[in-house]
């Protein structure tokens, strides 16, 4: 007789998340024979050489199936190529006001927005060296495939600048817990395969320095952009991670599900300095080239009206509530990425508004057009 299975639930909640879960996935160990390629096995992350890379199907294995994280050494096997970079990122630093960060306290890091840009207006013979480099390619190209794009945000960790709580990255890993629980757990599988994180080495980062902390084989806990605000979820982080070091022109990639975090600096003199990169898929854009702005203006004096006559015609609040919200979506951008983090970083959580957000606090507070299109300019030009 045939067995029916078990239907799934259509999302996930924060609530139903348990540590022993959790705990399963990361008990898994990494078998060797399944990467030949690897020259090392360290702390449950696989360890490779530039010389040798290994074909894709051994970085995806690596990723998916694997710990989620891969150290490639002498990833830049050339210095200068390095110090170039870093004398242009510094002089960027000296020049810009403090940025805010994510999941650190404010004025704890120095940090780079958009760095690819700036750096390419700026020294476009030093980008051409940097970003020739065929370790970056290789790993994006077996990751994500053809057509992905890169971003870069330099990060320098002060002597005693504190380690980041552990967590997950762009695309869920940005959002607050009630609107995570908003999407479908399917969405949760696919955002990890949407994105690659990496992380070039600078400068020499010994284990006091604070690399990036682990947690290996978490990418495949599935409630895991749950579960990491949760305290239990982080006292578990804090006491299994682990932490390579990195030499100068060495490269760590993983998976953006990959529960990580920044360490503590506990040395003396050594400011940590490395590029971080986030390769997105070619898949996350839309065909149409929309301008979302002019359309929620254009919008919004019927949308006021729309739901006034709704409320006039009696219908309950939460209804009036998901039939506007279903025009905003239509209309306004609903995610708050991409944007120009100088000038609009995120201010009391990981993201800051989306324009869909101000288009609800417009119809929340009952602003008059010319307002709201102020506000809208606002919004828009600080994303430029």
Partial sequence: MAVTPTAEAPTLTEAACRVDDLRAVTAERVDPADYPHAVAVE????????ADLPPAAEFVRAFSEGPGVVVIRDAFPDPAVIDAATAQFEAIIAEQPSPGDHFAAAGTNDRI???????????PAVFCDYYANPVIAAVSHAWLGPGYQVTSQPNVVRPGGKSQVGHRDYHLGFLAPQQIERYPRHIHRLSPVLTLQGAIAHVDMPVESGPTLYLPHSQKYEAGYLATNRPEFREYFDEHHVQLPLRKGDAAFFNPAVIHGAGTNRSADIRRFANLLQVSSAFGRAMDQVDRRRVSAAVYPALQAYERHLRTAGVDEGAVRRLVGNVVAASAEGYPFPTNLDLDPPVGGLAPPSQADVVLRALAEGWDRATFTAALDEHTARRA
């Fill in 113 to 123: 927005w958009n760095a690819l840009e700036k750096l390419a207006v700026r020294a």
């Fill in 43 to 50: 702390q449950e992350v696989l360890v490779f050489a530039a």
